[in-house]
């Protein structure tokens, strides 16, 4: 009986350390720090004739999100998520370059996506998806912007084509022109985005100011609420789940958090590291050192309740 009554309290208190580990693991530590600038000096730089001069998005910008799932009390770390941008020039033509590059579970799951959008960032020229996991697939879709249609080849293979609207972007440059958008007042925006299965009509709802805590860090932000309607895209949510994308208030206007219901619980991604050209004293080494301790104290937590059942048995 003292045996069975010691077994059951060292799976309890293993399971409840497990619990506090994990749910400790899945904070998010941010190394972004609100930049004190105006927009107006954010968008003194000239641009050349014909190329979109972002706002709030840069030439070479990367932002890291740490992705978590909840479900109740329980609290999972998911993985991580990388977008990056760049400003292309193939042979004299401008072009705008998105990247997402995603991973879980130790990298057995692995996504990756990469969008090609025309200078004047209006509309997609391609958009390009590699999957790997079970269902692993490959999808390209080459847009034509004079005609407005959509082709869409499923691993090599063609699968179909759809009319596009005047101005179209794929799932994943149309997050970016969520930050284009003016929020200076509760407003509605509207644009056309395409999977090339179907081209849906996107709306943006601008809830307005809130104030949020990642980690132990405050922001002041601008919660947004996309209406994909029937369109799924990167955020495969329930249909009748709200997408909620807490942007900065600030000059960069950068996602903090994106969050949504999926079938398994509510997915949370939050930002991590920031890295924009020329941004000085970035803090990332103290988030690094962060990291660092955490799988410290995790190897030895693991360790020690191995041990100590061994012990006892």
């Known amino acids: 009986m003292k045996r069975g009554a010691l077994i059951g309290i060292i799976v309890f208190s293993s399971a409840g350390c497990l619990w506090l580990l994990l749910a400790w693991l899945s904070i998010t530590e941010s190394t972004y720090r609100q930049p004190a600038i105006s927009r107006a000096e954010a968008k003194a730089v000239a641009a050349p004739q014909g190329i979109y001069q972002p706002e709030h998005f840069t030439d070479g910008e990367m932002s890291a999100y740490k992705i978590r799932l909840e479900n109740g009390f329980l609290v999972l770390p998911a993985g991580k998520v990388t977008f990056a941008v760049r400003k292309l020039d193939r ?9 997402l590059k995603g991973g879980a579970i130790g990298g057995l799951i692995h996504y990756d996506a990469t969008s090609i959008v025309n200078a004047s960032f ?6 390009h998806t590699v999957q790997s996991d079970l269902s692993s697939r490959k999808v390209d ?21 759809v009319v596009t609207e005047m101005e179209t972007l794929d799932p994943l440059s149309i997050i970016f022109k969520f930050r284009e958008m003016n929020l200076a007042a509760a407003s509605k925006f509207s644009s ?3 999977d090339g299965k179907a081209t849906f009509p996107v709306t943006v709802n601008v809830v307005g100011k809130q104030a949020i805590k990642i980690g132990g860090q405050a922001y002041h932000t601008i919660l947004v609420e996309p209406d994909l309607g029937n369109f799924r895209g990167i955020f495969k949510k329930n ?8 942007l900065s208030d600030d000059a960069h206007r950068i996602p ?5 219901k999926i079938k398994h619980g509510t997915f949370i991604a939050e930002l991590e590291k920031y890295q924009r050209p020329r941004q000085p004293n970035s803090p990332s080494a103290v988030a690094t050192t962060s ?11 693991f360790i020690f309740l191995v041990g100590f059942f061994l012990r006892r048995n």
């Open 91 to 99: 042979n004299g033509m401008a072009l705008w370059e998105f990247t």
């Open 122 to 127: 209006t509309h997609s020229r391609e958009y």
């Open 141 to 161: 879709l080459a847009f034509d912007e004079k005609n407005r249609v959509c082709k869409r080849t499923l691993d090599g293979h063609p699968d179909g084509q």
């Open 192 to 194: 056309a985005v395409s």
């Open 239 to 246: 249909p009748n789940a709200k997408l909620q994308i807490w």
């Open 256 to 260: 903090l958090r994106i969050k949504t």
């Open 291 to 301: 990291r660092l301790i955490k799988l410290i104290i995790s190897g030895a937590v």
